[in-house]
């Protein structure tokens, strides 16, 4: 534990990722746009800095966590990014949720500074980074993800190491395709149970027992019965990262049908002001209460 880590964006997630590497001992130095959102760091020992660039310059592992593909490019490729304070022998390991082409791009950048990059996406969610039981998905060497992996471990309980650089933003891709997905199947048993007359907590009972029996369905399925959608992972975070499944696919040539659905109805929920809902309020679509007027 004698490299310095840093930690760029201190958000719903990336606040307790960086708090439970305080907790494992890590000498940390942090920066997010708010000095808000540092104040809580700083009360746990880690210290603050002004850029990102300054994180870098300070920092072995520098880590970010921050919304969307323009982001990360800003925070690593920016004037005062991390590319402008960068080691030569630093790993930069970018946790968001991004495009894998970017993700390239940005590791050809740091590698010409002489720079490592690994991509390493998570899911979830905040419960997740809270207990520091993530799954964390990751692109890039072996040689670098094996140096940064006792870090990652400190953060999440499944890790894996995906394949090249840009394969952890793919993998993140495939997970919220399955998670859109199942929330859809799930969002339309629980309507059918319903217009049926049988009791859908009855039913998601049952139905947990067996093969139809997931995470979606005893979380989200609750959520739907129960109309409470405070957010877990909200809908307009999901919307975003649809998008970059979307482009994806259409950069491959491939059609991802279900995956389209999936972004038309987080589309829906964005315009009609659920944006900040959980994404399982893709069921209120699904059986009506929002749509075109």
């Known amino acids: 534990m004698t490299e310095t880590v840093g930690f760029i964006g201190l958000g719903i997630m990336g606040r307790p990722m960086a708090l439970n590497l305080v907790k494992a001992g890590y000498d940390l130095v942090v920066h997010a746009r708010r000095p808000e959102s540092m104040a809580p760091l700083a009360e746990a020992g880690a210290r603050t800095a002004a850029s990102p660039a300054a994180v870098a310059r300070d920092a072995a592992i520098v880590f970010t966590m921050v919304s969307d593909t323009s982001d990360v490019e800003e925070v690593i490729l920016g004037p005062e990014g991390v590319i402008q304070g960068v080691r030569p022998d630093?790993?930069?390991?970018?946790?968001?949720?991004?495009?894998?082409?970017?993700?390239?791009?940005?590791?050809?950048?740091?590698?010409?500074?002489?720079?490592?990059?690994?991509d390493a996406p998570v899911s979830g969610g905040e419960a997740g980074a809270k207990a520091g039981t993530l799954s964390i998905m990751v692109g890039g060497e072996p040689a670098d993800f094996a140096r940064?992996?006792?870090?990652?471990?400190?953060?999440?309980?499944?890790?894996?190491?995906?394949?090249?650089?840009?394969?952890?933003?793919?993998c993140k891709s495939c997970n919220q395709i399955v998670v859109g997905a199942t929330i859809a199947g799930v969002s339309?048993?629980?309507?059918?149970?319903?217009?049926?007359?049988?009791?859908?907590?009855?039913?998601r009972e049952a139905l947990l027992g067996g093969f139809a029996g997931s995470r979606i369905l005893e979380v989200h399925g609750l959520r739907m019965i129960e109309g409470d959608y405070t957010p877990g992972f909200k809908s307009r975070l999901h919307r975003k990262d649809m998008r970059i499944v979307l482009e994806s696919a259409q950069e491959l040539g491939i059609s991802l049908t279900a995956a389209a659905m999936v972004s038309e109805w987080l589309d829906l929920l964005v315009e009609h002001g659920l944006g900040e809902e959980d994404s399982a309020a893709i069921f209120e679509v699904i059986r009506g209460a929002v749509g075109e007027t």
């Open 90 to 118: 630093a790993v930069v390991v970018d946790m968001s949720t991004i495009s894998p082409s970017s993700t390239r791009m940005m590791a050809e950048r740091l590698r010409a500074a002489g720079a490592a990059m690994l």
């Open 148 to 170: 940064v992996r006792p870090l990652f471990e400190a953060m999440g309980g499944n890790v894996v190491h995906v394949g090249p650089s840009g394969a952890g933003q793919v």
């Open 188 to 203: 339309e048993a629980v309507l059918l149970a319903q217009a049926s007359g049988v009791d859908p907590r009855k039913v």
